[in-house]
Nanobody, 127 residues
Framework: QVQLVESGGGLVQAEGSLRLSCAAS????????MGWFRQAPGKEREFVSV????????YYAESVKGRFAVSRSDAKNTVYLQMNSLKPEDTAVYYC????????????????????WGQGTQVTVSS
């Protein structure tokens, strides 16, 4: 069982930065692939980024590539999402999620493959 708690959201002006954190409690954090997803008002939740259990592999949605960076600290049981050059279209509730797997593959991008989810943190980017 893993519990996830996001923090770090808030209101920021366009071109600003925020760093989201997702703290995990429970056993086996280092065995989990950790994903970030977001849901904008009136839209479906979408993939943002994912990091492997080792931290050595990361993927990003095209819309955030080059602006966002995902990282993890197994010592702190925490995964981070550094968001730079924020745009109004980045406004959304951001969720972290955990998937226990040792396999690489498309399941990393599928929301239904993630068993554990945080409650979300609001990010609002003003123009």
């Amino acid at each position: 069982q893993v519990q996830l708690v996001e923090s770090g959201g808030g209101l920021v002006q366009a071109e600003g930065s925020l760093r989201l954190s997702c703290a995990a409690s429970g056993y086996g954090f280092s065995t989990y692939v950790m994903g970030w997803f977001r849901q904008a008002p009136g839209k479906e939740r979408e993939f943002v980024s994912v990091i492997s259990w080792s931290g050595g592999t990361q993927y990003y949605a095209e819309s955030v590539k080059g602006r966002f960076a995902v990282s993890r600290s197994d010592a702190k049981n925490t995964v981070y999402l550094q968001m730079n050059s924020l745009k109004p279209e980045d406004t959304a509730v951001y969720y972290c999620a955990a998937q226990q797997t040792r396999a690489y593959g498309g399941h990393w991008f599928r929301q239904d493959e993630y068993r554990y989810w945080g409650q979300g943190t609001q990010v609002t980017v003003s123009s």
